[in-house]
Protein backbone atom coordinates (compact mmCIF):
# COMPACT_ATOMS: atom_id res chain seq x y z
CA UNK A 1 0.00 0.00 0.00
CA UNK A 2 1.51 3.40 -0.80
CA UNK A 3 2.00 5.68 1.88
CA UNK A 4 3.38 9.04 1.31
CA UNK A 5 5.35 11.23 3.99
CA UNK A 6 5.97 14.96 3.69
CA UNK A 7 9.20 16.20 5.15
CA UNK A 8 10.67 19.96 5.86
CA UNK A 9 11.31 22.72 8.14
CA UNK A 10 8.16 23.57 10.11
CA UNK A 11 9.17 27.30 10.23
CA UNK A 12 10.49 29.45 7.20
CA UNK A 13 11.60 33.08 7.33
CA UNK A 14 9.70 35.80 5.97
CA UNK A 15 11.28 36.18 1.94
CA UNK A 16 13.25 33.25 2.56
CA UNK A 17 12.51 29.42 0.57
CA UNK A 18 10.09 26.96 1.21
CA UNK A 19 11.68 23.46 0.93
CA UNK A 20 9.88 20.21 1.34
CA UNK A 21 10.21 16.85 0.21
CA UNK A 22 7.86 13.51 0.27
CA UNK A 23 9.30 10.19 0.06
CA UNK A 24 7.09 7.49 -1.42
CA UNK A 25 6.78 3.89 -0.40
CA UNK A 26 5.26 0.61 -1.01
CA UNK A 27 5.01 1.93 -4.97
CA UNK A 28 7.46 3.55 -7.68
CA UNK A 29 6.99 6.66 -8.93
CA UNK A 30 6.01 5.50 -12.33
CA UNK A 31 3.85 5.79 -13.75
CA UNK A 32 2.04 9.13 -12.16
CA UNK A 33 1.71 12.43 -11.75
CA UNK A 34 2.37 13.83 -8.34
CA UNK A 35 0.69 16.66 -6.91
CA UNK A 36 1.18 19.45 -3.79
CA UNK A 37 -1.99 21.10 -2.60
CA UNK A 38 -2.06 23.69 0.30
CA UNK A 39 -4.28 24.38 2.85
CA UNK A 40 -3.64 27.55 4.84
CA UNK A 41 -5.14 26.85 8.44
CA UNK A 42 -8.78 26.92 8.87
CA UNK A 43 -9.44 27.61 5.09
CA UNK A 44 -9.61 25.52 1.65
CA UNK A 45 -7.38 23.72 -0.50
CA UNK A 46 -5.40 25.32 -3.39
CA UNK A 47 -3.71 23.36 -5.87
CA UNK A 48 -0.19 24.31 -6.47
CA UNK A 49 1.17 21.71 -9.47
CA UNK A 50 2.43 18.57 -10.22
CA UNK A 51 5.30 16.74 -11.55
CA UNK A 52 5.22 13.87 -13.95
CA UNK A 53 7.75 11.33 -13.24
CA UNK A 54 9.60 12.09 -15.89
CA UNK A 55 9.97 15.49 -14.69
CA UNK A 56 7.58 17.63 -17.06
CA UNK A 57 6.10 20.38 -14.82
CA UNK A 58 2.47 22.23 -14.37
CA UNK A 59 2.17 25.08 -11.84
CA UNK A 60 -1.03 27.04 -10.74
CA UNK A 61 -0.05 30.51 -12.39
CA UNK A 62 -0.71 32.40 -9.84
CA UNK A 63 2.53 30.47 -8.07
CA UNK A 64 4.12 29.57 -11.25
CA UNK A 65 7.13 32.45 -10.85
CA UNK A 66 8.19 31.36 -7.72
CA UNK A 67 7.29 27.36 -7.64
CA UNK A 68 9.58 24.28 -8.67
CA UNK A 69 9.48 20.78 -8.46
CA UNK A 70 11.85 18.21 -9.05
CA UNK A 71 11.66 14.41 -9.13
CA UNK A 72 13.97 12.01 -7.54
CA UNK A 73 13.21 8.26 -8.86
CA UNK A 74 16.24 6.85 -7.50
CA UNK A 75 15.07 7.72 -3.77
CA UNK A 76 11.39 7.77 -4.85
CA UNK A 77 10.75 11.47 -3.35
CA UNK A 78 9.53 14.43 -4.84
CA UNK A 79 10.62 17.93 -3.91
CA UNK A 80 8.79 21.51 -3.58
CA UNK A 81 10.64 24.86 -3.34
CA UNK A 82 8.51 27.33 -2.90
CA UNK A 83 10.83 31.55 -2.98
CA UNK A 84 9.73 34.55 -1.29
CA UNK A 85 7.51 33.49 0.84
CA UNK A 86 5.41 35.50 2.85
CA UNK A 87 2.51 34.81 6.08
CA UNK A 88 0.50 34.03 3.24
CA UNK A 89 2.11 30.70 2.67
CA UNK A 90 0.95 29.76 5.99
CA UNK A 91 -0.34 26.25 5.46
CA UNK A 92 -0.40 22.81 5.49
CA UNK A 93 1.34 21.16 2.35
CA UNK A 94 0.28 18.13 1.04
CA UNK A 95 1.88 15.63 -1.64
CA UNK A 96 -0.60 13.21 -3.22
CA UNK A 97 -0.10 10.73 -6.30
CA UNK A 98 -2.13 12.00 -9.02
CA UNK A 99 -2.88 9.20 -11.60
CA UNK A 100 -2.34 9.99 -15.06
CA UNK A 101 -5.96 8.28 -16.22
CA UNK A 102 -8.32 10.28 -13.38
CA UNK A 103 -5.76 13.16 -12.67
CA UNK A 104 -7.87 13.28 -9.02
CA UNK A 105 -4.82 12.93 -6.49
CA UNK A 106 -4.88 9.92 -4.35
CA UNK A 107 -3.72 9.25 -1.41
CA UNK A 108 -2.35 12.47 0.10
CA UNK A 109 0.28 12.45 2.80
CA UNK A 110 -0.79 13.51 6.18
CA UNK A 111 0.58 17.30 5.33
CA UNK A 112 3.05 18.83 6.93
CA UNK A 113 2.15 22.37 8.79
CA UNK A 114 4.89 25.66 7.24
CA UNK A 115 4.88 28.58 9.29
CA UNK A 116 5.98 31.95 8.16
CA UNK A 117 7.28 34.19 10.35
CA UNK A 118 10.45 35.60 11.36
CA UNK B 1 -9.63 30.25 -13.85
CA UNK B 2 -12.30 28.13 -13.38
CA UNK B 3 -15.01 28.89 -10.64
CA UNK B 4 -16.16 25.52 -8.66
CA UNK B 5 -19.03 27.58 -6.51
CA UNK B 6 -19.98 24.83 -3.76
CA UNK B 7 -23.50 25.03 -2.09
CA UNK B 8 -24.06 24.55 0.60
CA UNK B 9 -21.48 25.92 2.50
CA UNK B 10 -22.66 23.86 5.91
CA UNK B 11 -25.72 21.70 6.03
CA UNK B 12 -27.03 20.21 9.51
CA UNK B 13 -28.54 16.72 9.20
CA UNK B 14 -28.99 13.33 10.86
CA UNK B 15 -28.04 10.01 10.80
CA UNK B 16 -30.32 8.24 7.99
CA UNK B 17 -30.58 11.18 6.00
CA UNK B 18 -29.87 11.56 2.14
CA UNK B 19 -27.84 14.80 1.40
CA UNK B 20 -26.75 16.33 -1.72
CA UNK B 21 -23.87 18.66 -1.95
CA UNK B 22 -23.73 20.50 -5.27
CA UNK B 23 -20.77 22.28 -7.21
CA UNK B 24 -21.61 24.47 -10.22
CA UNK B 25 -18.74 25.28 -12.78
CA UNK B 26 -18.12 28.73 -14.09
CA UNK B 27 -17.60 27.18 -17.65
CA UNK B 28 -17.84 23.83 -18.95
CA UNK B 29 -15.61 21.24 -17.69
CA UNK B 30 -16.95 17.74 -19.06
CA UNK B 31 -16.58 15.33 -16.09
CA UNK B 32 -13.37 16.46 -15.18
CA UNK B 33 -14.34 16.38 -11.31
CA UNK B 34 -13.67 14.45 -8.22
CA UNK B 35 -15.12 15.21 -4.89
CA UNK B 36 -13.09 14.75 -1.72
CA UNK B 37 -13.88 14.09 2.00
CA UNK B 38 -12.14 15.40 4.91
CA UNK B 39 -12.02 15.24 8.60
CA UNK B 40 -10.40 17.45 11.12
CA UNK B 41 -6.65 16.96 11.19
CA UNK B 42 -6.49 14.45 8.36
CA UNK B 43 -5.90 14.89 4.76
CA UNK B 44 -8.79 14.75 2.24
CA UNK B 45 -9.72 11.42 1.06
CA UNK B 46 -10.78 10.38 -2.63
CA UNK B 47 -14.22 9.84 -2.96
CA UNK B 48 -15.72 10.15 -6.51
CA UNK B 49 -13.32 10.91 -9.68
CA UNK B 50 -14.35 11.54 -13.33
CA UNK B 51 -18.07 12.72 -11.72
CA UNK B 52 -19.06 9.63 -11.04
CA UNK B 53 -16.58 6.93 -10.42
CA UNK B 54 -16.40 5.37 -7.40
CA UNK B 55 -13.35 5.33 -5.48
CA UNK B 56 -12.48 1.55 -4.39
CA UNK B 57 -13.04 0.66 -1.22
CA UNK B 58 -15.58 3.62 -0.62
CA UNK B 59 -19.17 3.04 0.34
CA UNK B 60 -21.80 2.61 -2.24
CA UNK B 61 -24.15 5.38 -0.61
CA UNK B 62 -21.80 8.11 -1.60
CA UNK B 63 -22.57 8.66 -5.92
CA UNK B 64 -21.32 11.49 -7.81
CA UNK B 65 -23.55 12.45 -11.08
CA UNK B 66 -23.16 15.50 -13.48
CA UNK B 67 -21.29 16.85 -16.10
CA UNK B 68 -20.64 20.05 -17.90
CA UNK B 69 -20.62 22.73 -15.20
CA UNK B 70 -23.48 21.33 -12.72
CA UNK B 71 -22.25 18.40 -10.12
CA UNK B 72 -23.88 16.46 -7.43
CA UNK B 73 -22.50 14.89 -4.35
CA UNK B 74 -25.07 12.57 -2.34
CA UNK B 75 -25.19 10.41 0.33
CA UNK B 76 -28.35 8.31 0.43
CA UNK B 77 -28.13 7.47 3.92
CA UNK B 78 -25.92 9.37 6.13
CA UNK B 79 -23.87 7.66 9.06
CA UNK B 80 -21.83 8.90 11.64
CA UNK B 81 -18.92 8.50 10.32
CA UNK B 82 -19.52 10.70 7.19
CA UNK B 83 -19.76 14.25 9.38
CA UNK B 84 -16.78 15.95 7.78
CA UNK B 85 -16.05 18.29 4.94
CA UNK B 86 -16.38 17.93 1.24
CA UNK B 87 -14.70 19.80 -1.76
CA UNK B 88 -14.68 18.99 -5.07
CA UNK B 89 -11.93 19.73 -7.23
CA UNK B 90 -12.42 20.14 -11.18
CA UNK B 91 -9.01 19.49 -13.36
CA UNK B 92 -10.09 20.63 -16.43
CA UNK B 93 -8.58 24.42 -16.49
CA UNK B 94 -5.46 25.31 -15.26
CA UNK B 95 -5.27 26.11 -12.18
CA UNK B 96 -6.73 22.80 -10.97
CA UNK B 97 -9.17 24.46 -8.71
CA UNK B 98 -11.12 23.22 -5.27
CA UNK B 99 -14.95 24.06 -4.29
CA UNK B 100 -14.94 26.18 -0.80
CA UNK B 101 -16.12 23.14 1.08
CA UNK B 102 -19.46 21.96 2.52
CA UNK B 103 -19.01 21.06 6.24
CA UNK B 104 -21.73 18.86 6.99
CA UNK B 105 -22.49 18.54 11.00
CA UNK B 106 -24.82 16.84 13.13
Known amino acids: QVQLQESGPGLVKPAETLSLTCTVS????????WSWIRQPPGKGLEWIGY???????KYNPSLQSRVTMSVDTSKNQISLWLNSVTAADTAVYYC????????????WGQGILVSVSS | DIQMTQSPSSLSASVGDRVTITCRAS??????LGWYQQKPGKAPKRLIY???KLQSGVPSRFSGSGSGTEFTLTISSLQPEDFATYYC?????????FGQGTKLEI
Open chain 2, 27 to 32: QAIRND
Open chain 1, 26 to 33: GDSISPYY
Open chain 2, 89 to 97: LQHNGNPYT
Open chain 1, 51 to 57: ITYTGTT
Open chain 2, 50 to 52: AAS
Open chain 1, 96 to 107: ARTPIVSIVPDP
